[in-house]
Nanobody, 124 residues
Framework: QVQLVESGGGSVQAGGSLTLSCAVS????????MGWFRQAPGKEREGVTS????????IYADSVKGRFTISQDKAKKTVNLQMNSLKPQDTAMYYC?????????????????WGQGTQVTVSS
């Protein structure tokens, strides 16, 4: 059974930092894509960042470049999202997602598995 469990969300003031974590089980980790997506109320879900677990190559949305960093711990099958210089427009439900195959880890590919999400709220 595949499980993606996010943690680390919360409320923070603008300019602050948060770290999200995603613990993965049931997926063949190490040759697949892991991604973070977010959805704000009334808006479509959007890709934030992704990582190809085999090489560690990453992709970032323009809106978070230079502020967010995705990383992985292969031994623990965990993907982290370090978020710095947070802005009110970063407020959203953040979801961890995984594919069961490797390749180019763009935001447009089909992610097979999703976590339940963790809320991030940034106040001005």
């Amino acid at each position: 059974q595949v499980q993606l469990v996010e943690s680390g969300g919360g409320s923070v003031q603008a300019g602050g930092s948060l770290t999200l974590s995603c613990a993965v089980s049931g997926v063949t980790y190490g040759n697949n894509c892991m991604g973070w997506f977010r959805q704000a109320p009334g808006k479509e879900r959007e890709g934030v960042t992704s990582i190809a677990t085999v090489f560690g190559s990453t992709i970032y949305a323009d809106s978070v470049k230079g502020r967010f960093t995705i990383s992985q711990d292969k031994a623990k099958k965990t993907v982290n999202l370090q978020m710095n210089s947070l802005k009110p427009q970063d407020t959203a439900m953040y979801y961890c997602a995984a594919t069961s195959w490797g390749g180019s880890c763009s935001f447009r590919i089909r992610y097979d598995y999703w976590g339940q999400g963790t809320q991030v709220t940034v106040s001005s």
